[in-house]
């Protein structure tokens, strides 16, 4: 058995458990020399996975969307067509071009390779492009169609190109607790159904959830994967193929 075969073998193995015991679920998706991590409860559709990727518990991504050196938070919603740090090609050079940037002796030095960073509770519109090393803060919006190409502070929404702040989603005094509340480091399994439009109510309810131990912080035991190849997964019918 070649060290490729191996690979495969393995990867199968671990994408069948991550279904089992984290629900993982990748659907028809296709991927190029990344290694993942998922924290659980996953559904990544019809979409590219590349390079590192690490997605936290709850986030979702639907299909025809291209990830790539991307870490994603928890309870993240990344819609239809969105390309998380998308390949970029020289403009200061001769030729922009892939065949001709190959032959130059020194490298863009413009070029970031950074990784992207979506916070927690992000959602991110149809047709959204983030580019590489921004960063989305915690509870943002980006609207559909957008091309972020910087960062984005916690519990903005933005839309356009280049992507700008049109307002917050919530006054400055509930954005600053939201954040120290950090709700998405617990387990909200124990959350009864309460009216969510009343931010302010929901705030004073996790604190009091806390603060008399009814509420646990999660445990998290991630989903690793990873494959140096170019391959096709899809863990609903436990397929791996090459090429």
């Known amino acids: 058995m070649t060290s490729r075969d191996e690979e495969l073998r393995q990867l199968s193995e671990d994408l069948f458990r991550a279904r089992v015991s984290r629900h993982l679920y990748i659907s028809e998706s296709t991927v190029d020399n990344f290694v993942a991590e998922f924290e659980g409860g996953n559904f990544v559709y019809s979409s590219h996975l590349s390079g590192a990727i690490r997605m936290g518990v709850h986030s979702y991504v639907n299909p025809g969307c291209r990830l790539r050196h991307v870490n994603v938070g928890r309870y993240c919603s990344i819609a239809d067509r969105v390309v998380l740090s998308p390949e970029q090609h020289s403009i200061r050079m001769v030729s922009s071009h892939p065949h001709m940037i190959v032959k130059s002796s020194a490298p863009d030095t413009s070029l970031k390779h950074a990784e992207t ?112 190849g170019k391959g096709r997964l899809d863990n609903f019918s436990s397929v791996v193929t090459t090429g």
Do not use: C
């Open 117 to 228: 960073k979506v916070g927690h509770d992000v959602w991110l519109g149809v047709g959204a492009v983030v580019m590489s090393g921004v960063t989305i803060g915690h509870g943002a919006v980006v609207g559909a169609a957008s091309i972020v190409t910087s960062s984005v502070p916690p519990y903005a929404v933005v839309v356009g190109s280049p992507a700008r702040v049109i307002r917050l989603r919530f006054p400055e005094k509930i954005v600053e607790q939201l954040l120290s509340l950090e709700w998405w480091n617990y387990s909200m399994s124990n959350l009864k159904p309460m009216d969510l439009t009343d931010v302010e109510a929901f705030i004073e309810h996790i604190q009091t959830m806390i603060a008399q131990g009814d509420l646990a912080p999660l445990v998290i035991h991630p989903a690793h994967l990873r494959y140096s």
